[in-house]
Nanobody, 116 residues
Framework: QVQPVESGGGLVQPGGSLGLSCAAS????????MAWYRQPPGKQRELVAS???????NYKSSVKDRFAISTDNPKRTVYLRMDNLKPEDTAIYYC??????????WGQGTQVTVSS
């Protein structure tokens, strides 16, 4: 059973940086897409960034110049580096992975709070 596990959330001041990690073992064939979503308070969950096995990335426009997604395939881990954080980045961040059969698996989420 695939169970992504996020880590690295916390409290950071505006303009600061934070890194998230998501380890997703359980699929011997790896994952064709690994992604980060977030759900701000009172809002719907939204895609932040995604990366395919070929390295193609996709970003939400408001984070494109500040966030970077990467993977460590042998470890089945996806990372999200977040720089120049803003209060509007405050949210629960979720990892989602999709296996070669198209099945999606979600992590439990990690809180990121940007506040002075």
């Amino acid at each position: 059973q695939v169970q992504p596990v996020e880590s690295g959330g916390g409290l950071v001041q505006p303009g600061g940086s934070l890194g998230l990690s998501c380890a997703a073992s359980g699929s011997i064939f790896g994952f064709r897409i690994m992604a980060w979503y977030r759900q701000p308070p009172g809002k719907q969950r939204e895609l932040v960034a995604s990366i395919t096995t070929s390295g193609e990335t996709n970003y939400k426009s408001s984070v494109k110049d500040r966030f970077a997604i990467s993977t460590d395939n042998p470890k089945r881990t996806v990372y999200l580096r977040m720089d120049n954080l803003k209060p509007e980045d405050t949210a629960i961040y979720y990892c989602k992975v999709e296996d070669p059969r198209g099945r999606s698996f979600w992590g439990q989420g990690t809180q990121v709070t940007v506040s002075s």
